[in-house]
């Protein structure tokens, strides 16, 4: 099975930019999907497509995705997008979905 | 609004059982894959079994984890579909959540509000 890896923690002052990564063996040849999640609260889906915004997410989450490593930006971070960020991958011949561990964005 | 509820969860004891059910609203859940992707407190999403759509066959796969006590099955008549949880244990512990696929995207794009489920003697 697949495994991608994130950091566990991101720490970003307010105003500034952070960048999650999301690191597996030639990830930049699959497609990835990013979810936010914050404390008590169901995932939400950011990105798809390495970099597609879904309806409704502001133009600060962009998403890019090469070689090893696929990133989530976030620029201009506010407090409010302190949250659980998740990589996801799927495999669409067996159906498996992978989840990378997770990532804590702190905003400073 | 595209919606699904989640009911089921609880306490259990170790070895007992439970049955989670995720109802779709405002869509036919028959043509979407169904995941179920749980979250054992502090943890990670963890992804525990899928239901392809009824185009093919409702088929159903687990995690290594799970196989073997979990089964997915479906209910069109209720526009639902229902996790069977046998033989638990501690690890299972966690918050289940139920979420749609689109297969366009690969994405989850409607998940379930999430139902706790705590295993302890």
């Known amino acids: 099975s697949y495994v991608v890896t994130q950091p566990p923690s991101v720490s970003v002052a307010p105003g500034k930019t952070a960048r999650i990564t999301c690191g597996g063996s030639?990830?930049?040849?699959?497609?990835v999907r990013w979810y936010q999640q914050k404390p008590g609260q169901v995932p939400v889906l950011v990105i798809y497509?390495?970099?597609v915004r879904p309806s409704g997410i502001p133009e600060r989450f962009s998403g890019s995705n090469s070689g090893n490593t696929a990133t989530l930006t976030i620029s201009g971070v506010e407090a409010g997008d302190e949250a659980d960020y998740y990589c996801?991958?799927?495999?669409?011949?067996?159906?498996?979905?992978?989840f990378g561990g997770g990532t804590r964005l702190t905003v400073l | 609004e595209e919606l699904l509820v989640e009911s089921g969860g609880g306490s259990v004891q170790p070895g007992g059982s439970l049955r989670l059910s995720c109802a779709a609203s405002g869509f036919h859940l028959g043509d979407n894959y169904i995941y179920w992707v749980r979250q054992a407190p502090g943890k990670g999403l963890e992804c525990i079994g899928r239901?392809?759509?009824?185009?093919?066959?409702?088929?159903?796969d687990y995690a290594a984890s799970v196989k073997g006590r979990f089964t997915i099955s479906r209910d069109d008549s209720k526009n639902s579909v229902s996790l069977q949880m046998n033989r638990l244990k501690t690890a299972d512990t966690a918050v289940y959540y139920c979420?749609?696929?689109?297969?366009?995207?690969?994405?989850?794009?409607?998940w379930g509000q999430g139902t706790k489920v705590t295993v302890s003697s």
């Open positions: 497509f390495d970099s």
């Open positions: 996801q991958m799927w495999e669409s011949t067996t159906d498996h979905v992978v």
């Open positions: 030639d990830i930049g040849d699959y497609s």
């Open positions: 239901s392809r759509n009824k185009l093919y066959g409702y088929a159903t």
């Open positions: 979420a749609s696929l689109t297969t366009v995207t690969g994405a989850f794009d409607i």
